[in-house]
Structures are given as structure tokens and as C-alpha cells.
């Protein structure tokens, strides 16, 4: 590994062909396709904090949320972000999940606002009893109430546009009416790298700084600069029952067994982290970053497979929940 | 899925993945980045192209391609094969009509490269997300259909690519294997687009025969096309030059977005380097003010770079302390960009709601923020036949060239030479939305040629020798609802106070200085700007100036405000409901309004923008004309 480490860094600082400019001659460098996707993010980080008046990232603890917040922490060095970490909990996350969130809130010097709608823990809505109702009441209405609580007019998020077809066509800046709907049919043209954060009293927008970036990218920028992610991501021996041909790990004993049913260690990595049990796991023995970039590269699903999220509502599900409010 | 080929270099691909994961990172590492879109409408095959791209580059996983392979049998236009198309259209309305609405973004990768393609819409209701989808394009694919030939939409198509300044365009002429791949129908193909394109002033561009249904010439070359002798599609992809490396060979330019200010010790600021690069001890000038410095450190996360280029994201420091804020510009100190408030420029017109000649919008341009107002124009272009045309205005989905005033100096460069220093977009102040995009084609003299006479005698002792602050009271409400009244009274109050006052009257300028202007939307808007610039004079003249009239949209009377000092714009909201000043009637113009004996009123067939934070609001339904009069006066003593 760390040979691999010095084998990158020698080649980043790898100038390339000198060029003539203007009877100069300049060293010019050739980004990257990392290089211009970091650049990316980080102006439109910058965007947000120039044009609005109380902007926050969404913070979920997965890789995409890592990443984003790495780029957050480049974008301002070496001030901190001048926003607040927000995490709408659903008391239903991995163990693992909560304390790395805890360590980067502390390690970014930024505030960590954490919040789980009162309605929802009143009811004790879990996701075995209650079905879609845990994602809509925890997550989407959550999420709503948070912002409206601390009164936020722009929040960050992780959304890629490679994980889902209605993603792939959603913009940058994405606009929100007053109840967080979203109207794709009615959104603004984005041209060149030119944002319109514009918005009239009580509207939001939500922004997705690494929406060009792919799964891949993701994994490859994390193993370029050392990302600190959960190890759920890595195989490990762990307490697993099959389910409706899903792997689910059983992280705590809220977690209800079946008559017979008995949880069997097998070595397994997650793809992708929500809920605990509406995460699905997959058997691997990949145990550092390039092993799982080897399974992710070899595999042949794609990520959000794991995730029963997706597949309600037909074919356009993700679309619905996005009107509604979801992120 | 029978006849996709099993790929040589996709297997060695898979081969290093699998036996040398490190070696495979690196290279990865190392790939550059290529955006282009694909134009063409739906039946020309272009969402099959992309989806036959992603397959072939691995990037459609098993559980899409069952999905898809479902939805191919529901929806699908290709019978039992796997309809490609269903894979790019993704929202619900698009998969039902079978037609691309919006842009869509994908990403695949090759052993060189990383690709995102915009996929956009072809139908010229579309043309908006097509600009959008081209503004960040480095290369263009434009297809044609081998059986049709150059159509009009090749035309729009290859029209609109080149005004937003594409360099390398594709001409793929698909479904070749629907015509036997015929060498003849191919070249007459490209005889016909040379022509067209050297009509239009595109320089050059790289034609294939391609079948994106079938694979030929997209990642091998066919065996069915011998007489070709270019590169496959992805090769070509692969290997043409990317418009940021382009960008770094010109002059540097970092638009300031935020100054970075953590204590006292630090101060820089940050941007994205639009053209050029910078080192430490280089000289540059900041504009608009036109200070030099030096820089002296180049500041990342990952550490102080030695040099950085166009395309990155950096903090820079000077070795002064000169004014330098977002909006600003750093440029190298002996070639600066220019600035001015007057240009003509290329729009292509986003929003439903046609341009208003005169009215004030927000332009965004590079990390500044200024209010322009845009001329009639000079002609719009048809995109299917490029001739260009008289016009009013500018109608959604047009492009036109107009001539376009800011109201403060903007650092600029034409678009033709910096998109980022050149191109803006144009936002709606009242809706926030985004309604144009623009492209710089140069600045216009005239303005520079007039310069500001020096006075002795200035606005401030003009108002010093009436003993009063100037100040215009702006009365905006309903015909009817008693501007006029209310205003003569608070004139003869400040009259017996031994102030210095003067009412502009609607009416009574209309009998003068404005007899030329009617009452469409643009007279009234050019109405309103030249009494704002009358109120304007009278203030410097040291009066406080009372104006009555109608002025039903909030950006004109913004504009009005924008024009005086903070403070010195009274907004007066006479509130009386339409249904009290329609009873009233004074006039009896209500009746001819509703007989439509008269045209454009507002209430009755024109809106009425009632103000969201007038300085003074007046309910006539509560308060009567003198108790009106008093508050408006003790607002403008400060007594109340």
C-alpha cells in the first residue's frame, strides 16, 4: 500500500511538456480528469457561500458524504467551512457510522447539528415494522423539518448523476419551492460554470458539488488522500442473515430474528451505507482501497442495488421521492 | 444483445483490473477528461449511440440491463432487442413519450480518458437544453441519418454548437448498415455538410460512418466500411485536445469568488483560474480598480503549489493590501482584460416570458453581479435557415443579437477569446429565474466618449443652500386610488414648511417630455426611466421631488431606486383594492377598460406589482387623504 502511495505521489508532481504562451514559456501541467472534477466541487462549494445566507452540507457518513466534505475543507483552507455538518438521523444507522461522524465533525472543526423528527421517535417508526413509512417520516420529512427549523436556504449534498436515471438529469443547483418540491420539468438551464442561487423568501436550493464524479472516482480520490470512511466499506467477519436474497448484518439486538433464524458470520463489505437493515451486503474478502476498487471494477451490479429505496414506486421511484421532498 | 462483439481491449482491460489492481490505479489516475454532447433528434439514434457506449465500456451493470431489458419490452421501440434509448431518457414523462425533454449526464470511461456526454434534446422547442448542454462541451457529435441526409435539424444543430463556440464537431453519419454501407451515400453526405458548415463559418470538422444500433467504427474499426480510413468514434474521442489546456496558453485571469480571511495574518483569495497560470512573484493587476501587486504564495490544502493553470481551484496572496473583493478580477499586470457598461452581445432567450427592451435584469458574469437592461434587437436568427430577422423582442428559444447597458463597469473579454470572462447569463429580478444566456461580442464605444462634466457648484450644496435633504417620494398604486390627491396635499404641507418641492405628475408629463411614448410594456417602461432621470436632476438639484404615477412593476421602480443615493427613494404604496378604485372611477377609464374601448390597464388587462417593502404604506380603506399626507411627511422629516 504504501509503496503503491509513493508511487502516486511521485507521478502527481510529474510536470508535463513545457508550452509557449504570449513568448513565455510556462510549465503547464495536464489535469486530470481528478484535477478537474476537484476543481469543479470546490467552486461550486465556493458559490454557495458567496450567494447565500445560511448554507449547510447534509452529512451522512457515506463515502460521498467523506468526499464532499474533504472538498468542503479544501475549498476554505486554511479557514474551516463556514457552514455547519447536518446529519438527519433515523437512530437506525451502524454503530461504526456514528462514531466516525462524530470524529470528523471534531477533526474539521465544524458544528454538528443532529436531527431525528420528533413525530418519528414518538412513533418508534423502524424500518422491519413500517416498510417505506421508515424512509418517508425519518429521511424525506426529517430532512424537511430540519431545514426549516434552523431556517437553511442551501444545502450540500453527495447525489452523483451516475447513481439513477432521474439524478442524471437533475442540475447542479437544484431549485426547491417553499414545501422542498422539486419540478423537473421546470428547472433552471445551467450554463457554462454560471450558478443562479437566486431564490425569493422561504425557497431553497440543494447543491451537488460532485454530481459529474462516478463510483469509481469516488473510491479513487479517497484512496489518493487518505479519506478516513467507515469500515463497514472493508470485508470483515460479520453477523449476517439472508433475507428476500438480500445480506443484511445484524449490528444490534434491535434487530428481529426469525423463528430459526440464526445469524451466520460470513465476510462481508458494504457497497453502499443507509439503514442498517435496508442495506444490503455483499460476501468479500476485499480489505484495503484497491481491493474493493478491484471488486467494484470487476462487479457486474451496480451500487444502488443494495438499497430497497429505489425500487418502490416502479420504475420512476427515485423521481417521485425527489418531488416529494427527498434528497 | 446477440450481436454485440466481445471486445479485445475491454478483455485486457479486465485483465490488468484483475491481476495488477495498483498498475491499473495508476493508469487510471492518470486519465484526462473530455466533455461532449450528442445532437441529433430522436430517431437519428442517438440515445442508442451513448447507451452503446456505456455497454460497450462496461458501464450498464446486469441489474440495469435486466431492468432495461424489461422496460424494452413495455415501452420500447425496438421489439424484442434491448432499446438503448430507455437507458439516457430518464425522467417519467420522457420514458412515456419516447422523447428526450431535458439534458442528461453520463459517464464512461476508456483506458485514456474519462467522457461525460450530455445528452440533449434534438426538437426546437428543446433548443434551451441544447445551449445548456453544449456551454460545457469540448467536442460535439453531431448525427445524421444516413438514409436522410443533412436535415433541418443538422443545420440548428451544427448552428448551435458553433455560436457557443464548439472547435471539434463529429459529423457521425449513423445507420450506415441500412444502407449497405454504401461509401457513395456517405461522401454525398459530406459533400453536402461541407458546404453548409464553410456557410456558416465552421472551420473544420471529422466525419464517420457509423451504426451505433450495430457497433461499426464506434471502439473497432468495422470490416464493413473498408473504404474508411479515419479512426473509430471512441479513438477520435480519445485523443483530441480538451478545451482547458487550450485555456491555459492565454493570458491568466482568476475571477475572485470569496475572500479568505481566517485571521489577521491570512488574507487571499479564491477562485478558478479561467485562463493562463500564475507562480509566486508574478505581477498582477486587480480590475476593476486597476492596483498592481505581486503574488506571493499560491495556496492549497495540499500545500503552497509552485505554479498553477486554468482549470484548478486555488487561493492566491499579494504582497499589498489592495482592495480586492468577489466580483473582482486578477489578471497578469501587463496584459489586463478590459472593462465597460455598454456592449453588444449574442442571447439565446431561456424563459417563457419574452425579453422586455428596457427592463432592468440581473446579469451574472463570471463571480460578478450587476443590473443591465438590454436593447431592442438589432435582428434575430432562424435557426433552420440562419436568416436573420426584424424583431420586438426576444421569444423563448430565440437567438438574437442586441445591444446591452450595466449600470456598473464590467471586466469582460469577448466570448470569442474567454467563455468564462465573456459569457452571462441574464436573471429575472422579480422571478429569480434564469432567462437568457449571453455572449460578449465586443464593447461600444460611445459610452467611453462621454465623460462626467466637472461642477463647482455640487448636489450637496445645491441642497445646503434650500436647507433640506433632497428626496424623491414615489407614489405607485391603481389609477383611482388616490395618488394624485394625496400628493398635492403633502406638497402644499411641505410647501407651508418653507420646503423646496416639485410634483411630477403621470398626466402632465405625459402631455410633454413623454408625448411620443403609448402605453405598451416597453413605452412604459422608458416612461418611467425618463421621469426617474428628471426626479434624479431635480434631486441634485437640492429638491425633494413627489412623482404620482401608476409604475406597476416592481423592477421599474427598483430601477428608479438604483439610480439615487441609499436613502433619497421614497416608495409611497397608495394600497387602495382594486375592487374601491374600480367603485370610484373617477376618470371613467375602468368602464372603457372593461368595455375594451381601452387597451393595456392596469388591473383590468395588465398586472399591477403591488411593492414587497415600500418605505410607506397607505390603506385608503382606513385613512383618510390628510392622515395620509402626515404620515408620508413625518416619514420623510424622520418624525415618525
Redesign the interface.
Known amino acids: 500500500m504504501s509503496s503503491l502511495r509513493n508511487a502516486i505521489r511521485a507521478q502527481k508532481t510529474d510536470w508535463g511538456h513545457p508550452t509557449k504562451a504570449k513568448g513565455r514559456a510556462i510549465l503547464m501541467k495536464t489535469l486530470t480528469h481528478l484535477d478537474r472534477l476537484e476543481a469543479e466541487a470546490i467552486h461550486i462549494i465556493r458559490e454557495v457561500v458567496a450567494e447565500a445566507d445560511k448554507p449547510v452540507m447534509l452529512y451522512s457518513v457515506g463515502k460521498d458524504s467523506a468526499v464532499m466534505l474533504h472538498l468542503a475543507r479544501k475549498a476554505f483552507y486554511p479557514s474551516p467551512p463556514p457552514f455547519p455538518l447536518l446529519h438527519v438521523d433515523t437512530t437506525w444507522k451502524f454503530k461504526a457510522m456514528y462514531e466516525l461522524r462524530d470524529k470528523m465533525a471534531r477533526d474539521s472543526g465544524m458544528d454538528l447539528l443532529v436531527y431525528q423528527n420528533p413525530e418519528a421517535v414518538e412513533k418508534g417508526i423502524n424500518p422491519f415494522d413500517h416498510g417505506a413509512l421508515h424512509t418517508d417520516m425519518w429521511k424525506t420529512e426529517g430532512l424537511k423539518q430540519a431545514l426549516d427549523k434552523y431556517g437553511f436556504d442551501a444545502a450540500f449534498g453527495g447525489a452523483r448523476r451516475d447513481e439513477e436515471k432521474s439524478r442524471a438529469k437533475e442540475r447542479i443547483f437544484s431549485f426547491r419551492t417553499s414545501s422542498h418540491g422539486w419540478d423537473p420539468k421546470n428547472q433552471r438551464p445551467e450554463l457554462w460554470n454560471l450558478y443562479n442561487a437566486r431564490k425569493a423568501k422561504g425557497e431553497s436550493i440543494r447543491v451537488f458539488p460532485i454530481s459529474n464524479w462516478t463510483e469509481l472516482d469516488i473510491w479513487q480520490y479517497i484512496h489518493l488522500n487518505e479519506i478516513p470512511i467507515v469500515p463497514l466499506y472493508f470485508a470483515d467477519k460479520r453477523p449476517t442473515v439472508e433475507r428476500d436474497g438480500m445480506l443484511l448484518m445484524v449490528d444490534d439486538d434491535r434487530f428481529p430474528l426469525e423463528p430459526g433464524e440464526v445469524p451466520v458470520m460470513r465476510s462481508i463489505r458494504f457497497r453502499t451505507l443507509g439503514c442498517y437493515p435496508l442495506t444490503g451486503a455483499v460476501e468479500s474478502e476485499a480489505k484495503t482501497l484497491p481491493e474493493v476498487i478491484q471488486e467494484t471494477l470487476l462487479t457486474t451490479t451496480s451500487e444502488r442495488q443494495g438499497r430497497a429505496i429505489d425500487k418502490d414506486a416502479g420504475g420512476a421511484g427515485m423521481e417521485v421521492k425527489k418531488q416529494q421532498g427527498y434528497f | 444483445m446477440t450481436d454485440v462483439n466481445t471486445k479485445e481491449d475491454v478483455y485486457v482491460v479486465?485483465k490488468l483490473?484483475?491481476e495488477d489492481?495498483?498498475a491499473?490505479?495508476?493508469s487510471?489516475?492518470?486519465?484526462?477528461?473530455l466533455r461532449f454532447i450528442t445532437c441529433g433528434s430522436v430517431d437519428d439514434g442517438k440515445s442508442t449511440l451513448i447507451g452503446r457506449m456505456l455497454y460497450d465500456s462496461k458501464m450498464i451493470?446486469?441489474?440495469?440491463l435486466d431492468?432495461l431489458s424489461a422496460?424494452s419490452k413495455k415501452v420500447g421501440t425496438q421489439g424484442q432487442e434491448i432499446d438503448f434509448a430507455l437507458?439516457?431518457?430518464?425522467?417519467?414523462?420522457e420514458?412515456e413519450q419516447g422523447i428526450t425533454?431535458?439534458?442528461?449526464?453520463?459517464?464512461f470511461?476508456t483506458e485514456k480518458?474519462?467522457f461525460?456526454v450530455a445528452d440533449c434534446p434534438g426538437h426546437e422547442q428543446y433548443t434551451?437544453?441544447m445551449?445548456?448542454g453544449a456551454?460545457?462541451a469540448d467536442l460535439a457529435v453531431i448525427l445524421i441519418d444516413a438514409r436522410k441526409g443533412v436535415l433541418v435539424q443538422t443545420r440548428r444543430h451544427s448552428y448551435l454548437c458553433h455560436l457557443i463556440g464548439i472547435k471539434n464537431i463529429v459529423l457521425a453519419v449513423n445507420k450506415m448498415d441500412l444502407v449497405d454501407y454504401d461509401e457513395v451515400v456517405f461522401d454525398a453526405i459530406v459533400k453536402d455538410y461541407t458546404e453548409f458548415a464553410s456557410s456558416i463559418g465552421i472551420e473544420s470538422f471529422t466525419a464517420m460512418p457509423i451504426s451505433g444500433f450495430k457497433g461499426d467504427n464506434i471502439t473497432t474499426l468495422s470490416e464493413n466500411t473498408p473504404w474508411y480510413k479515419g479512426t473509430t468514434l471512441v479513438e477520435h474521442l480519445e485523443t483530441v485536445e480538451v478545451l482547458?489546456?487550450v485555456d491555459?496558453?492565454?493570458?491568466f485571469r482568476l475571477p475572485v469568488?470569496?475572500v479568505?480571511?481566517?485571521n489577521l495574518d491570512?488574507r487571499g483569495f479564491?477562485?478558478?483560474i479561467a485562463t493562463?497560470?500564475v507562480k509566486a512573484g508574478d505581477k498582477i493587476r486587480v480590475l476593476p480598480s486597476g492596483k498592481t501587486s505581486t503574488i506571493t504564495r499560491v495556496?492549497?490544502?495540499?500545500g503552497d503549489l509552485e505554479?498553477a493553470?486554468a482549470?484548478?481551484?486555488v487561493?492566491v496572496c499579494f504582497e499589498d493590501e489592495i482592495d480586492c473583493s468577489?466580483g473582482s478580477v486578477i489578471s497578469v499586470a501587463d496584459?489586463p482584460p478590459q472593462t465597460a457598461d455598454q456592449f453588444e452581445s449574442t442571447f439565446v432567450w431561456?424563459a417563457d416570458e419574452a425579453m422586455i427592451p428596457g427592463r432592468a435584469y440581473?446579469l451574472?458574469?463570471?463571480?460578478q453581479m450587476v443590473s443591465a437592461t438590454v436593447q431592442e434587437p438589432k435582428y434575430t436568427v432562424n435557426v433552420n435557415t440562419m436568416e436573420h430577422m426584424a424583431a420586438k423582442t426576444l421569444e423563448l428559444n430565440a437567438i438574437g443579437v442586441a445591444e446591452l447597458t450595466t449600470d456598473k463597469q464590467v471586466v469582460f473579454e469577448p466570448y470569442a477569446e474567454n467563455?468564462?470572462l465573456g459569457?452571462?447569463?441574464l436573471?429575472d429580478k422579480m422571478t429569480?429565474?434564469?432567462v437568457a444566456?449571453g455572449m460578449i461580442n465586443f464593447s461600444l464605444r460611445r459610452s467611453q466618449n462621454v465623460h462626467w462634466q466637472a461642477i463647482d457648484i455640487d448636489r450637496k450644496q445645491h441642497a445646503n443652500l434650500k436647507n433640506q435633504k433632497p428626496a424623491v417620494l414615489w407614489f405607485t398604486g391603481l389609477s383611482g386610488s388616490g395618488k394624485s390627491t394625496i400628493a398635492n396635499m403633502v406638497e402644499k404641507k411641505l410647501h407651508r414648511m418653507n420646503r423646496h418641492t416639485f410634483l411630477l405628475d403621470g398626466d402632465n408629463v405625459r402631455h410633454g417630455l413623454n408625448k411620443d411614448l403609448g402605453f405598451t410594456e416597453a413605452d412604459r417602461i422608458e416612461n418611467i426611466r425618463r421621469v426617474g432621470e428628471v426626479a434624479k436632476l431635480m434631486t441634485d438639484g437640492g429638491l425633494i421631488v413627489i412623482t404620482a404615477f401608476i409604475s406597476p412593476f416592481q423592477a421599474d421602480r427598483e430601477m428608479v431606486r438604483s439610480m439615487l443615493p441609499d436613502g433619497e427613494f421614497i416608495e409611497v404604496f397608495i394600497d387602495t383594492p382594486l375592487k374601491v378604485a374600480e367603485a370610484r372611477d373617477v376618470k371613467g377609464l375602468y368602464k372603457k377598460a372593461r368595455s375594451g374601448e381601452l387597451k393595456n390597464f392596469t388591473g383590468i388587462d395588465s398586472p399591477y406589482e403591488a411593492p414587497r417593502n415600500p418605505e410607506v404604506r397607505i390603506d385608503t380603506t382606513v385613512l383618510s387623504p390628510e392622515e395620509a399626507a402626515n404620515l408620508i411627511v413625518d416619514t420623510l422629516l424622520g418624525d415618525a
Open positions: 479486465d483490473i484483475a489492481i495498483d491499473y490505479l495508476v487510471h489516475e492518470h486519465k484526462t477528461m451493470f446486469e441489474d440495469q431492468a422496460d437507458l439516457v431518457d430518464g425522467l417519467a414523462a420514458r425533454i431535458d439534458v442528461a449526464y453520463r459517464f470511461n480518458r474519462k461525460i434551451r437544453n445551449v445548456t456551454s460545457t482547458s489546456s491555459a496558453d492565454k493570458p469568488q470569496w479568505n480571511r481566517p491570512f479564491s477562485g478558478l493562463g497560470g495556496v492549497t490544502y495540499d505554479e493553470v482549470g484548478q481551484s487561493t468577489r496584459n431561456l440581473w451574472k458574469l463570471g463571480t467563455r468564462t459569457g452571462f447569463i436573471i429569480n429565474a434564469t444566456a
